[in-house]
Nanobody, 128 residues
Framework: QVQLVESGGGLVQAGGSLRLSCVVS????????MGWFRQAPGKEREFVAG????????FYADSVEGRITISRNNAKNTVYLQMNSLKSEDTAVYYC?????????????????????WGQGTQVTVSS
């Protein structure tokens, strides 16, 4: 059984930082691309950042480019999301997801090809 468990969310002031973690079990972690998505109240879930199997290729949503960094540690089956210079509009539930292939797919990023598995989400609240 594949499980994704996120942690690291919380309440932070605007301009602050948080680091989210997602530990994956039940799948050979290093074989698959990973991503972070978020869903704000009243809005659809949106892509935030993605990383290929090796960590050598990453992609970001325009809204977070330059402020957020995705990384992974295949030895620890963990993907991270370092978030800096947080804004109130970053407030959302953040989900990690594992794709079905090693490389970053356009569909995975665009939301047209759903990931294989999702985590349960972790709340990030940025106060202004």
């Amino acid at each position: 059984q594949v499980q994704l468990v996120e942690s690291g969310g919380g309440l932070v002031q605007a301009g602050g930082s948080l680091r989210l973690s997602c530990v994956v079990s039940g799948r050979t972690f290093s074989n698959y691309a990973m991503g972070w998505f978020r869903q704000a109240p009243g809005k659809e879930r949106e892509f935030v950042a993605g990383i290929n199997w090796s960590g050598g290729s990453t992609f970001y949503a325009d809204s977070v480019e330059g402020r957020i960094t995705i990384s992974r540690n295949n030895a620890k089956n963990t993907v991270y999301l370092q978030m800096n210079s947080l804004k109130s509009e970053d407030t959302a539930v953040y989900y990690c997801a594992v794709d079905s292939v090693p490389s970053l797919r356009h569909g995975f990023v665009a939301g047209s090809a759903p990931p294989d598995y999702w985590g349960q989400g972790t709340q990030v609240t940025v106060s202004s």
